[in-house]
Structure formats: C-alpha cells, structure tokens
C-alpha cells in the first residue's frame, strides 16, 4: 500500500511542478505585456526572472516526482525520499493556502496526507522478533 501511496504522491507532486511552471511563465508574460514595473526594476529583467524562477521550480519539481516514483518502484530509500518529499510538499501546502484558493489547498493537502500515509504505513515492513 505504501508503493501505491508513494506513486499518487509523486503524481500529484508532477502536478504541482507543472501548474507552478505554467503559471509563472505566464504571469512572466502578463508582465512584459503590460511593462509592469516591480519596486523600479525594469520589465525585462523582473519578466526573465519570473520566467526562469518558474521553470527551475518546475523542474525541481519534476526531478522530485521521479525520484519519488523511482524509490517506490524500487522500494529502495522510499521512506527517505517520503521524508524529503513531504518536507518539501509541507512549504507547497503553505504557499497554496496562503495565496492561490481552497481548491489548490485542497489538492497539495491530499498530497501532504499521501505522503504521511507513506511514511507511517508499516504493513510492508518485516516482522521484528
């Protein structure tokens, strides 16, 4: 059970990586287009920023995910890499409830609770004498 719960997790956590990367390149874009300026910083420079900041984001993401996804299948360092996932996810969760809606907060909270499950599911465990 804690394979199939490491596996919806690194879905989600896909999910995430590229809803953040869209968006970002995309308010990227919002910003060149209105030549919006951030505390007297040039638009270019403030909508290059933006866009990169959202494609290393997302693609941390990503690597995250694949690394999740790989551990399960594996079983190999799958509770470490839960760990880091969900210390990871816990800062998303925050993120999510303080700027972007229920809806979001819901989604990245049912992730946060996947990897929990994960974490403390010992039914795979072998038996100790």
Do not use: N
Request: aromatic letters at 6%; one cysteine or more.
């Amino acid at each position: 059970m804690r394979t199939l719960a490491l596996l919806i997790a690194a879905v989600g956590i896909l999910l995430e990586g590229l809803v953040i990367g869209v968006t970002l390149f995309a308010l990227g874009g919002v910003i060149d287009a209105y030549s919006m300026s951030m505390a007297g910083t040039d638009p270019s420079v403030a909508q290059a920023a933006l866009k990169v900041g959202g494609v290393v984001l997302a693609l941390f993401l990503v690597v995250l995910a694949a690394g999740l996804a790989a551990a399960a299948a594996r079983d190999r360092h799958a509770r470490k890499m839960a760990f880091v996932a969900m210390i990871i996810q816990c800062a998303v969760v925050v993120i999510a409830g303080l700027a972007l809606g229920w809806a979001v907060f819901g989604g990245t909270l049912l992730v946060l609770g996947t990897l929990l499950y994960a974490l403390l599911d010992d039914s795979q465990q072998p038996a100790t004498r």
